[in-house]
């Protein structure tokens, strides 16, 4: 959590981001810009709007809002109290640690953490009222804790239905399954939920869903059969919230789907009804033109092929953005530009194909440069397709370096949804 952020104390009323006196193409260029240098843009608004549309796909199923690593990068704390504002009812991340530095920020929901190694504080966690995932050894870890702070762990059962990571293997199910009766039978522990994890939901067709399905509804109603009173069933991620409504159950996990954000491949923000939340942009901090034949960047990996002029554009793999994605697009004064040469730490160089641009008027040094988000800007997937990975990673990685500024903090009214 990066409560001491900048930004966490302009969150109220921040404005958006504009060029003073204007955003034409020279605005900025003296350097009067209100905007940070380098900003991720968290739009508030447009998360409340996901979460909201995820509600009306899974109903009546409830949402855990997915808020694990920062909340995929964009503000653990701001994005789950404006999760919580738009209806949902439930938190989820993978460590302890981080369901207690929300409690700590003084959030009440219900919050489960599901990632345990021996080094977890599970006392912490029964502490500040977490629900803990539990796939076996964990169970006496924290029974343990619960007896010392005599006050029973809320937990939540994970079967393993094919995935292969954590979660109880389907042969020792009844045996975790009567030792959780036990212990609730003792008062230490309260088991509330029966939970899974899904594989390979992204690609709709496969079959491999069905079997991950039928497993779980057979570990459900063994939970059952044992006299467990089981609240809360729940297998799906974003995926299957959109695409497979016999993975629903009681509460669907999502992260992806409230940042905006498909997981696939042949359907966009868009299609989903989604609105991507993080722009992230910065300042073109020099331009030039340069002969044919100029090297770019280490290696020379690129030479110009003509005379040309080259914009700095002032991220790098240091603010997170992938070091092999050459060839992704800026978006500056209104038009797409290729990244050229190597993405280095600090900086990366983009192309303007044409010469007579770094000393008129129209010079783009000291414009706004977005390398994805809002309306006409490239997609968090064209960066993600130039560095071979997908759209989680590319906003997850996005490092601290980079400002998180928040819009849209006070709710808007939207009539009474
Ligand atoms: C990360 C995670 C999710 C959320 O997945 P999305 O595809 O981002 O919705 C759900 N459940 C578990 C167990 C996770 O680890």
Not at 53 to 68: T, Y
Not at 98 to 127: M, N, S
Request: proline share 6%.
């Amino acid at each position: 959590m990066r409560q001491t952020r900048r930004t966490a104390s302009r969150a109220l009323g921040t404005p958006v981001p504009e060029i003073i006196g204007g955003a034409g193409p020279q605005a900025g260029r003296i350097g009067r810009v209100t905007f940070p240098e380098r900003a991720a843009e968290i739009d508030l608004d447009a998360l409340r709007h996901n979460v909201r549309q995820v509600r009306d796909v899974a109903h009546p199923a409830r949402i855990m809002a997915v808020v694990k690593a920062d909340a995929y990068g964009h503000g653990a704390l701001p994005v789950a109290r404006a999760a919580l504002e738009a209806g949902a009812a439930w938190l989820g991340v993978a460590h302890v640690s981080e369901g207690v530095a929300l409690r700590k920020a003084g959030i009440e929901a219900p919050i489960l953490a599901w990632l345990h190694t021996a080094g977890t504080d599970f006392t912490a966690g029964v502490e500040h009222g977490l629900d803990l995932g539990i796939s076996g050894w964990e169970l006496d870890h924290v029974v343990a804790s619960a007896r010392e702070l005599e006050r029973p762990a809320i937990v939540h059962l994970k079967i393993d239905t094919g995935l292969g990571r954590n979660g109880c293997p389907p042969d020792k199910w009844e045996a975790l399954l009567s030792r959780a009766v036990e212990y609730q039978e003792e008062g230490l522990i309260r088991v509330v939920g029966i939970f899974s994890h899904l594989a390979v939901a992204d690609e709709p067709a496969r079959p491999e869903t069905d079997a991950q399905v039928q497993a779980f509804r057979e570990a459900v109603a063994a939970a059952e059969n044992a006299g467990i009173d089981v609240e809360v069933r729940h297998l799906a991620n974003t995926p299957a919230t959109f695409s497979r409504p016999d993975c629903h159950f009681d509460l669907v996990r999502v992260g992806l789907g409230i940042y905006g954000l498909s997981p696939f491949s042949d359907q966009g923000s868009a299609d989903l009804g989604l609105k991507p939340v993080m722009t992230l942009s910065t300042i073109v901090s020099s331009c030039k033109e340069v002969p044919a034949g100029h090297g770019v960047s280490y290696g020379y990996t690129h030479r110009t092929a003509k005379p040309t002029t080259l914009g700095l554009i002032p991220v790098g793999y240091g603010d997170g953005v992938p070091r092999i994605a050459t060839g992704a697009p800026v978006l500056v004064n209104g038009r797409m530009y290729p990244v050229i040469g190597r993405i280095a730490m600090d900086q990366l160089v983009i192309d303007f194909g044409t010469t007579g641009l770094a000393d008129s008027p129209d010079s783009p040094l000291g414009a706004r440069a977005v390398l994805f988000g809002g309306v006409g800007a490239p997609a968090v997937e064209d960066w993600a397709a130039a560095a071979q990975t997908i759209n989680y990673e590319v906003v997850t990685r996005i490092s601290d370096r980079v400002e998180r500024v928040y819009l849209n903090v006070v709710q808007e009214n939207h009539g009474g949804a």
